[in-house]
């Protein structure tokens, strides 16, 4: 989404917060030794401005992750404000791009806490699995709080169906369910199971660079688009985001 968000001329900060570095591996970025990451810019104040670097997708930056990420959340414990490191680091640079976006670990632990203090909206994937849906309510709990507590900005931005696979009656199923008993946002762009998806991360490069013409690039462009009309922001524009 964020590459398509680029591809469509507006200036996108993806922020890797998963200690995984998913998001930074599957653009092709390995951060050098000594090189700063998000880790640097959490625990040791080095500045967002000097850890991002450029993609290869125009107008796509990156704050990378580093497996020394994992260590963030015990360090954090003891710092005054803990919950609120991540939106001081993103402070700094917020204005010098039209959208940020937060890549958030699965479990809700104050590295994610951070990421939903720092937010303005949650975008929510949700797979069309049974599983999901038990998670979803557990993520709603944590950003109710969030908002009660630290952060009465946040919202959730929509909620997205992702790896739908419409021959299996388990996926229809559940998708059905969401759209009769979800009260948040919906977004009408659904996430279909894709190979080219899958083989993206392999070749270094988001699935619009690696295959533009793939089911998979399509149902991004069409998501980037509608995530672009409900914020009343034109495609051929720029402005703050």
């Known amino acids: 989404m964020g590459a398509c968000l ?9 922020v890797d917060g998963d200690p995984q570095a998913n998001c930074s591996s599957g653009l092709g970025i390995v951060t050098a030794p000594g090189q700063p990451t998000i880790y640097d810019c959490i625990i040791n104040n080095v500045p967002a401005s000097e850890a991002i670097v ?16 994992v260590g963030a959340e015990l360090e954090l414990v003891s710092r005054m404000k803990r919950e609120n490191v991540l939106e001081g ?35 929510i994937p949700i797979q069309t699995e ?40 388990l996926a229809n199923m559940i998708l059905e369910e969401v759209r009769t008993n979800i009260t948040d946002p919906l977004y009408q762009t659904i996430i279909h199971r894709n190979s080219k998806i899958s083989e993206s991360p392999s070749m270094k490069a988001p699935v619009i660079m ?14 980037a688009m509608e995530f672009l009309k409900r914020n009343n922001d034109a495609v051929a524009t720029s402005g703050n985001g």
């Open 6 to 14: 680029a591809i469509l001329e507006k200036r996108v900060l993806l």
């Open 130 to 169: 049974i599983y999901a849906l038990e998670g979803l309510q557990k993520l709603k709990n944590t950003i109710t709080l969030v908002k009660e507590h630290l952060n009465p900005k946040l919202k959730i931005e929509g909620i997205i169906m992702t790896m739908y696979d419409s021959r299996l009656r």
């Open 210 to 223: 690696y295959d533009a013409a793939s089911t998979g690039s399509m149902n991004f462009m069409q998501l």
């Open 89 to 123: 680091v993103l402070e700094k640079v917020r204005d010098d791009y039209d959208y940020i976006l937060i890549d958030c670990m699965p479990s809700l632990g104050l590295l994610t806490v951070n990421a939903l203090t720092a937010a303005d909206g949650v975008i």
């Open 54 to 69: 450029p993609t290869n997708t125009p107008n796509l930056f990156i704050l990378p992750s580093h497996i020394d990420l």
